[in-house]
């Protein structure tokens, strides 16, 4: 920063956005001067009337177009807006004399008045912008702080960070939608972690309010953090999600530390999306930016999934079509809440304890040690169900669904045994030949032979008879006709070695037969389970709805420690737990003690993140077998007499047409091999 004359500095500051570009933070500072028009309000104590009291008079407008205006006499907004917030920092922030506020309140108390009444602008969507951008490069390059500029986003009510003393605090769930603050809010107070939610777009000063939390509590900003991602499965989903990781490493990075960020995607990844989920839930996709922009953003999403999402042309559609695989689609995104909160939830609790098993120490995984034993018990009952009501309610429709298969699965069997029959039919005929051929060259061997055979047979038919009582002369008898037989065999061997060596080369032509037979039933077996496994996608919701309603309804029980404590099944069991003395609070009450289901209590969660010297090996104990087995059986008492139905249900069709169809092109293809 050099004066460049009497009146102003140009601050220019170098730094590097998301994609690795160099960016330039530039304004004008006017250290004796006053751009923006500041105002104080007060109450007057005689007349209890609220007053106004400009306090330091900002620049008229030709004082801003003098100092702010283009090579061709229009204003530059940008740098003007950068100016002001550079002001901002420097007179009062820094002094602290900036009030609590948004980033909105920020327009109204500095930016308002010169853009509006002063410049003649209206809050339109290009001001907008050229705000946010001027916000985006104040901050990433470090030339304001919005602590010094007081500046809360409204988005901190979507940020639940339990971080202090906690063995988790490098570990934050990321979600895209403020809506499911609610629903997850329990998972940063079972890992003792962070939840941000994005509503739409992540903000820059919920990132850098919660580092400089983690710098206030003095935890190691150059760790390694774990960011678990949900966001929709759109080209906004994926800008979120770097988004996050943009701001969250910038903001490390401003308060000293070197630790970087990496993003584990849960929802929506293009694997967990099945053609019938996206025929139902996928959203055509098309913003209302310039051809260009769209291209250059659905290219990046195109990378980051394999692709992208198309579907079929809705009714009414006038947006962009585009051919693929010779069909009119338009491009679509998949928004995550096509998939049930519980099963988002079930993927954010797997990748946590996985994540936290692969970084930490034992001593650090006793929580969710502890969740995943009695949750595990609950999941395995649970599966059970799901595959018993599976069996009644879905596996007929299956049946039904897929009977016209059948004949194409029966007629692979059957052409596959026909022509093994007919091709080991025929060259039995010529192995025969062959023998009859050596018979005819060696008839004195092979009367030898076939007496000899005999010979074996009755002395083995005799033994057999005194088996109890058998004499070694029968043994002898036998080896020796065996022995003589080897003879026999060699000669014939030796003086047909021509005719053998035939037999031998027409068993490798059965053999070769035999393998393009094979090859065929595979061929047809692959496209026959290729075409089943396809067509059964469409039971891939109705599955998904069974288990989901099943998960909600152990959900609802919600066993505690005490409700279990009052079961004859395991008073016993519940009541060593406690009172273990290692597992009690302040008030010598049992952490376990909770009004809602178990792990979702806070209680047992400071314990463990203070009391480093818990042993997880103890807590495993404390869970014996006879326990897990009473909370079994609980569970499955408790379920044995609820029905379920199917809450989504599915078009049924006839297949025939498509079985034949696709029967004929199999065989097509393997005609054209041929």
Avoid at 149 to 172: A, Q
Avoid at 205 to 234: W, Y
Avoid at 479 to 507: F, P
């Amino acid at each position: 920063m050099k004066p460049t004359n009497d009146e102003y500095e140009e601050i220019s500051l170098e730094f590097t956005d998301k994609h690795g570009k160099i960016k330039t933070f530039a304004a004008l500072y006017f250290p004796d001067r006053q751009i923006s028009t500041i105002c104080d309000t007060f109450e007057n104590p005689e007349t209890n009337v609220i007053e106004t009291k400009i306090s330091n008079p900002g620049m008229t407008r030709g004082d801003i177009l003098q100092y702010f205006s283009k090579h061709d006499g229009t204003c530059n907004i940008e740098l003007l807006i950068r100016s002001i917030m550079y002001e901002a920092y420097q007179k009062e922030g820094l002094a602290d004399m900036l009030d609590d506020g948004n980033v909105r309140h920020f327009w109204y108390t500095h930016l308002k008045v010169i853009l509006v009444g002063i410049m003649g602008k209206d809050e339109s969507d290009s001001i907008k912008s050229a705000i946010n951008r001027s916000w985006g490069f104040a901050i990433d390059s470090g030339a304001v702080t919005y602590e010094e500029m007081n500046i809360f986003s409204e988005k901190e009510s979507g940020r639940l960070s339990i971080v202090k003393d906690s063995p988790f605090n490098n570990i934050i769930i990321a979600v895209e939608k403020l809506s499911f603050f609610s629903s997850f809010n329990w998972l940063p107070r079972l890992f003792n972690c962070t939840l941000i939610t994005a509503g739409g777009q992540p903000s820059r000063a919920v990132a850098r309010r919660f580092i400089l939390e983690l710098k206030n509590l003095s935890i190691d900003l150059d760790q390694d953090f774990h960011m678990c991602v949900a966001s929709d499965l759109g080209p906004s989903g994926y800008y979120i999600q770097e988004a996050f990781k943009d701001q969250f490493e910038k903001a490390i990075n401003y308060y000293g530390g070197s630790g970087k960020v990496e993003i584990h995607r849960l929802f929506v990844r293009k694997a967990q999306v099945t053609p019938d989920l996206l025929k139902s839930q996928g959203i055509p996709w098309q913003p209302k930016s310039d051809k260009k922009t769209r291209e250059t953003i659905w290219s990046h999403f195109c990378e980051k999934t394999d692709g992208g999402l198309y579907i079929p042309v809705p009714s009414g559609w006038n947006g962009d079509v585009f051919e693929t695989d010779g069909r009119p689609m338009v491009r679509a995104l998949l928004e995550m809440d096509a998939f049930s909160t519980s099963v988002i939830e079930k993927s954010f609790v797997a990748e946590l304890l996985r994540i936290i098993r692969e970084t930490n120490d034992e001593s650090k995984i006793m929580i969710p040690e502890i969740m995943r034993i009695f949750n595990e018990l609950k999941n395995e009952v649970s599966d059970e169900v799901f595959e018993k009501w599976k069996r009644i309610l879905i596996d007929p429709l299956k049946e039904e669904f897929l009977k016209d298969t059948e004949a194409w699965e029966v007629f692979i069997d059957e052409t596959d045994e026909k022509d093994k029959e007919e091709i080991n039919d025929r060259y039995e005929e010529l192995f025969d030949e062959k023998e009859r051929e050596k018979r005819e060259r060696e008839p004195e061997l092979f009367d030898e032979k076939d007496e000899l055979e005999e010979i074996i047979n009755l002395l083995k038919a005799e033994r057999d008879k005194k088996i109890e009582e058998i004499e070694e002369s029968y043994d002898e008898q036998l080896k020796g006709s065996e022995y003589i037989l080897e003879d026999v065999d060699e000669g014939i061997a030796e003086k047909c070695e021509d005719i053998n060596n035939e037999i031998n080369e027409l068993v490798d032509e059965q053999n070769d037969e035999l393998g393009s037979v094979d090859e065929e039933y595979d061929f047809r077996t692959e496209k026959y389970n290729k075409f089943k496994e396809e067509h059964l996608t469409v039971f891939n919701p109705v599955e998904q709805s069974l288990k989901s309603d099943i998960d909600t309804k152990f959900a609802e029980m919600g066993y505690t420690f005490i409700d279990l404590e009052n079961r004859d099944e395991t008073r016993d069991e519940v009541g060593g737990l406690c009172v273990n003395s290692k597992l009690l609070i302040d008030e010598n009450i049992s952490c376990f003690f909770q009004p809602i289901p178990t792990f979702k209590g806070e209680k047992l969660l400071e314990k463990a993140s203070v009391n480093k010297d818990l042993n997880i090996g103890k807590v495993r104990d404390s869970f014996t077998p006879t326990f897990m087995v009473a909370m079994k059986t609980i569970w499955r008492e408790d379920t044995k007499d609820i029905e379920f139905v199917l809450s989504e249900t599915f078009e049924m069709k006839d297949l025939f047409q498509e079985v034949k169809d696709a029967m004929e092109e199999t065989e097509k293809e393997i005609e054209e091999k041929e």
